[in-house]
């Protein structure tokens, strides 16, 4: 079964950027739908973004424009770029895999931390 791990947080002061990676194991990230989910404190895990199998690639709007998700065929992984970081995207990200047929992300990494700060 594939594992997936995340990679890349940090603090970083608004308006930076940071590049967050999915690397995974057991299996090949490039079958399956991946997403990039992100939860404040005290708020419920959304979606930031997410690339099917096929390479579309669809966005929060609150992150078009700034963020970019695409696949890292050479390191297994799938990468969040985040550009003009804003306090607001302070979070945890997750990121996760529809591995089964349900249509459901059923596979999560532990999270990666995200300080955005003034």
């Known amino acids: 079964q594939v594992q997936l791990v995340e990679s890349g947080g940090g603090l970083v002061q608004a308006g930076g950027s940071l590049r967050l990676s999915c690397a995974a194991s057991?299996?090949?990230?490039?079958?399956?739908?991946v997403g990039w989910f992100y939860q404040a404190p005290g708020k419920q895990r959304e979606l930031v973004a997410e690339?099917?199998?096929?390479?579309?690639?669809t966005y929060v709007n609150s992150v078009k424009g700034r963020f970019t998700i695409s696949r890292d065929y050479g390191k297994n992984a799938v990468n969040l770029h985040m550009n003009y970081l804003k306090t607001e995207d302070t979070a945890i990200y997750y990121c996760?895999?529809?591995?089964?047929?349900?249509?459901?992300?059923?596979?999560w990494g532990q999270g990666t931390q995200v300080t955005v700060s003034t």
């Open positions: 996760a895999a529809q591995v089964s047929d349900t249509g459901r992300y059923d596979n």
């Open positions: 057991g299996d090949s990230i490039t079958k399956y739908q």
């Open positions: 690339i099917t199998s096929g390479g579309w690639t």
